[in-house]
């Protein structure tokens, strides 16, 4: 089975990619983001699973969930993450994600999803979805923004810079600036201190 994994986080995506390579039967490739994991699906003939991290950069939301169904030729793609809601498991499932994975699973499960989903089966742990969910957030200004931008524009509400939400977000500090001027547009803010003005006014903070 040929698998590809798009994580922008390295040890994420090495011991993934670990676990995976010791079970036996994929043969594998590993890429860091959305852009890179589209040209590796068109420049082959398409793989039998791709698995996208949901907040990795280029991903905005499904939108890269599209674009990677469109690369991949139709076959399956799915997606996992560390922070996403059942609503956003259950937004990918109907926009066509053959299924969604917490990272908050353990590794032979893990392993035995990503085996059920590249042949051709939906897969969604059924836990996941029956569980309480502390992390939803039911709010008219967060509705607007990405799980990722929301993460920033928390960093924001607590006065840090843009060095500091990189740091504790495990990104890039461009990655970061791109996303306080994508939440600012959105939210109608003139700048970063206006924006946590408004996050701080509404509640959402």
Excluded: W
């Excluded at 939108?63 to 169904?69: D, I, K, N, P, Q």
């Excluded at 059942?86 to 066509?96: C, H, L, P, V, W």
């Excluded at 924001?156 to 306080?180: F, H, P, S």
């Amino acid at each position: 089975m040929r698998v590809l994994i798009a994580d922008d986080h390295v040890l994420v995506r090495e011991t993934l990619g670990a676990f995976v390579e010791n079970a036996g039967g994929f043969e594998l490739t590993l890429v860091e983001d959305l852009d890179a994991a589209c040209v590796s699906m068109r420049e082959s003939r398409g793989y039998d699973l791709v698995l996208l991290d949901y907040q990795m950069p280029g991903m905005n939301g499904l939108e890269g969930l599209s674009r990677a169904m469109e690369s991949n030729r139709g076959k399956p793609v799915a997606l996992m993450s560390g922070v996403a809601n059942r609503k956003i498991a259950q937004d990918a499932m109907e926009a066509g994600a053959i299924g969604f994975l917490p990272k908050t699973m353990g590794a032979k499960s893990l392993v035995n999803a990503i085996r059920f989903m590249a042949m051709g089966e939906q897969f969604i742990p059924v836990a996941f979805m029956n569980e309480p969910d502390e992390t939803e957030i039911d709010h008219p200004l967060a509705e607007k923004l990405t799980p990722r931008e929301l993460e920033v524009l928390g960093g924001l509400c607590r006065g840090m810079a843009n060095k500091e939400i990189a740091r504790e977000l495990d990104l890039q500090e461009v990655t970061i600036k791109m996303n306080v001027k994508t939440l600012c547009r959105k939210l109608e803010a003139k700048n970063r201190t206006h924006a946590a003005m408004i996050a701080k006014e509404a509640g959402l903070f």
